[in-house]
């Protein structure tokens, strides 16, 4: 039995996975650590105790680090989750923004086509201005705030860069944090709904929001498969971000009349959002075995994470 685990922990793909901490990453570890050999990087603790994750902690300014961390690991893929993602931030402050979804992937990118390592980037729908009907991987990609230029930007150096590369625009990621903590709006309006309080919502924006369950399990399938160029990741319903919330609150238990309608665009210091970003999901459909669920099915995959009590 021993000689047998043994083989499996040298049989395992070595998987790095950045921003460890974050919403994305945590579903990406959770359900990575049965098959691989996660390796997770985050300037913090720990936040998820398995014997197939082993935790990193590095700044994004730790060059020396991330090389040597790359040398001694020799990793077979990297999934890089980690950015500055508060879009009105990045806005306010470019030069961490660029620093942190610029800079740092193109060290990555150095390091993945240095020692010849699969890169999974994780971009945005952001990328997108938002006027046109129906995106597809092949749609023009033209950014309305800063958040959406660096992350372009961190594409283009991605797919010039590393030989085997895929980049994932991800849509509206939905969901409650699988571990640790991470930026999950559902999970803050969920603590307000359980103090009786009603959330504001826009009613003028479009997505195709993708489940962070699915979204983790596309991104390891991603990582172990020669798909390259770009993907696109999102769920099958489209629909208002007011009417997407309003059936989370339903198929969660909630009042949907707890949601009400709320316009942002005077709120001082807010960038610019595209309004409409809704994904044509043949292609994913297509190329991926993971499955890219309805809106039902997504509320049923994401509830067993929901907080208690």
């Not at 950045?18 to 098959?35: C, H, I, K, M």
């Not at 959002?273 to 994913?284: C, I, N």
């Amino acid at each position: 039995m021993r000689d047998r685990n043994r083989g499996e922990a040298l049989s395992r793909k070595k998987i790095l996975v950045t921003g460890a901490s974050g919403f994305v990453a945590g579903s990406v570890l959770y359900f990575g650590a049965e098959e691989y050999e996660i390796h997770a990087i985050s300037r913090g603790r720990s936040l998820y105790e398995h014997e197939n994750v082993h935790w990193h902690t590095l700044g994004i300014e730790d060059h020396v680090g991330l090389s040597v961390l790359f040398e001694g690991l020799r990793p077979d893929a990297i999934i890089h989750t980690a950015a500055f993602a508060d879009i009105d931030y990045c806005e306010q402050n470019r030069s961490i923004a660029n620093a942190v979804n610029v800079d740092y992937t193109e060290r990555l990118a150095e390091l993945a086509r240095q020692h010849q390592v699969r890169m999974v980037y994780v971009s945005t729908d952001n990328v997108f201005d938002g006027f046109c009907e129906l995106y597809t991987e092949s749609s023009s990609a033209e950014p309305i705030n800063y958040y959406g230029h660096t992350k372009l930007e961190a594409e283009k150096i991605v797919l010039n860069t590393v030989p085997d590369s895929i980049v994932c625009r991800l849509a509206l990621v939905m969901g409650f944090p699988v571990i640790g903590g991470g930026n999950s709006f559902l999970a803050r309006i969920v603590a307000k709904w359980d103090d009786g309080e009603s959330v504001g919502v826009p009613d003028n924006e479009m997505r195709s929001p993708i489940d962070v369950v699915t979204a983790g399990r596309a991104l390891l399938e991603l990582a172990t498969t020669e798909t390259r160029g770009v993907i696109l990741l999102g769920g099958l319903d489209r629909l208002r971000r007011f009417d997407l919330v309003r059936r989370l609150a339903e198929g969660l238990g909630y009042d949907p009349g707890l949601v009400h309608v709320f316009d942002p665009i005077n709120l001082d210091g807010r960038a610019d959002r595209p309004e409409s970003v809704l994904f044509d999901m043949s292609y994913a459909q297509n190329v991926l075995e993971t499955r890219i669920v309805s809106l039902d099915d997504a509320i049923a995959q994401i509830e067993p994470f929901k907080p208690r009590g």
